[in-house]
């Protein structure tokens, strides 16, 4: 069984702090998707990584694909309050099937 | 814009009930997804359906059925509803596996 261990589980910091959010398998993807979830609504795409090394930023978002493809993390410059919400990190395997992290909570306090 | 829209954002059952949870989408995907979201545990596929009429097991499909009548409607049916089947429940759909999945923005049911 294929697993995607998302670190941590929880996080709550103040405004205009750095955080990092991890994502670590086994298990090596074609790509990985990150989604931010907010209360009362579905999952909305982020960004997809492909290539093994790779690094994309969004704004004050960057995000990094493991060189052997297993692992990502999403990192937040100077978090801001409308950061809140859960981060869900899924990767894609060979079947092109998604396998889901459990996601992290992430508060952000003015 | 993308849509997928779900026929319920809160529904209460009681256990034993029979329970419809529709989703439809508007961008003429061929692939369509049933979730249910529990802290902790993240996202875990119930059933997804890749063409009309076809359907394929997800990882945890005990206890449900899917309905895939028409390209743009994919429902999720609980036969009898039980307690533990209290979750948020998640559709999506994509154009290409390798894509991204369009969610709707979820029923949470609540099973007494």
């Known amino acids: 069984t294929q697993l995607l261990e998302q670190s941590p589980q929880f996080l709550s910091i103040q405004e205009g702090e750095n955080l990092t959010v991890y994502c670590n398998s086994s298990?090596?993807?074609?790509?990985l998707q990150w989604y931010r979830q907010e209360p009362g609504e579905g999952p909305v795409l982020l960004v997809t990584v492909v290539t093994g090394g790779e690094v994309k930023k969004l704004k004050r978002l960057t995000f990094q694909f493991g060189d052997a493809r297993k692992d990502s993390s999403l990192h937040i410059t100077a978090a801001q309050p409308g950061d809140t919400g859960l981060y869900l990190c899924?990767?894609?395997?060979?079947?092109?099937?998604?396998?889901w992290g459990a996601g992290t909570k992430l508060i952000i306090k003015p | 814009d993308v849509k997928v829209t779900q026929s319920s954002r809160y529904l209460v059952k009681r256990t034993g009930e029979k329970v419809f949870l529709e989703c439809v989408q508007d961008m003429d995907h061929e692939n369509m997804f049933w979730y249910r979201q529990d802290p902790g545990l993240g996202l875990r596929l119930i059933y997804f359906?890749?063409?009309?009429?076809?359907?394929e097991k997800g990882d945890i499909p005990e206890g449900y059925s899917v309905s895939r009548e028409k390209k743009e409607r994919f429902s999720l049916i609980l036969e009898s509803a039980s307690t533990n089947q209290t979750s948020m429940y998640l559709c999506?759909?994509?154009?290409?596996?390798?894509?991204?999945?369009?969610f709707g923005p979820g029923t949470r049911l609540l099973v007494l």
């Open positions: 359906s890749y063409d009309v009429k076809m359907k």
């Open positions: 298990s090596v993807f074609s790509s």
């Open positions: 899924a990767g894609q395997d060979s079947n092109y099937q998604l396998i």
């Open positions: 999506a759909s994509t154009g290409n596996f390798a894509e991204t999945q369009y």
